[in-house]
């Protein structure tokens, strides 16, 4: 099975911060990668597929990019709202593979 | 509007059975492949299982491979998890999850299967 490992687990940021969060493959997935936000007991919502393509709806300060086995999840100015937890997801190969997470906290 | 619903879960022993139920609504279910996708309490997330459109294919995790198994009726516009000899590391929240060109893209609200004794 395919790992993603992703980091850090956990930051600190304030509102206005630009914060990255990366996943690295255990093995090249080439695009087939995604990033999920979640909230405290709430569904996770996709922000970003296919690596970096910014899913409808979702604001243009999120960004993903990377290819192969290196991934980012970039967002630009962080707004009160994006205080969460974000995973990446592997969809190349089954069993798909969830990142560990990283909790984005104030 | 994409709506998926999810309904099963409960309180069972170890060792017990439960089915999970995910209504489906707003989209033509047939032609998309479903996921079950689960949380255990303070934990990550955990992708479960798989169907394909026109169940051609399911996948499994490890975990929970020979134990669980996933289907689908596309009369009823509904996904399911039948899950057998249930234990206390399968407690946590199972979704439900719609996957398109542009992977997990809806997910239903959750229902919580509880394993204990």
């Known amino acids: 099975a395919i790992q993603m490992t992703q980091s850090p687990s956990s930051l600190s940021a304030s509102v206005g911060d630009r914060v990255t969060i990366t996943c690295r493959a255990s093995q090249g997935i080439r695009n087939d990668l995604g990033w999920f936000q979640q909230k405290p007991g709430k569904a996770p919502k996709l922000l970003i597929y296919?690596?970096?393509t910014l899913q409808s709806g979702v604001p243009s300060r999120f960004s993903g990019s990377g290819s192969g086995a290196d991934f980012t999840l970039t967002i630009s100015s962080l707004q009160p709202e994006d205080f969460a937890t974000y995973y990446c997801?592997?969809?190349?190969?089954?069993?798909?593979?969830f990142g560990q997470g990283t909790k984005v906290e104030i | 509007e994409v709506q998926l619903v999810e309904s099963g879960g409960g309180l069972v022993k170890p060792g017990g059975s439960l089915r999970l139920s995910c209504a489906a609504s707003g989209f033509t279910f047939s032609s998309y492949t479903m996921n079950w996708v689960r949380q255990a309490p303070g934990k990550g997330l955990e992708w479960v299982s798989s169907i394909s459109s026109s169940s051609n294919y399911m996948f499994y995790a490890d975990s929970v491979k020979g134990r669980f198994t996933i289907s689908r009726d596309d009369a009823k516009n509904s996904l399911y998890l039948q899950m057998n000899s249930l234990r206390a590391e399968d407690t946590a929240v199972y979704y439900c999850?719609?996957?398109?060109?542009?992977?997990?893209?809806?997910w239903g609200q959750g229902t919580l299967v509880t394993v204990s004794s």
């Open positions: 999850a719609k996957e398109d060109s542009s992977g997990m893209s809806y």
């Open positions: 997801l592997q969809d190349s190969n089954f069993p798909r593979t």
């Open positions: 296919a690596a970096s």
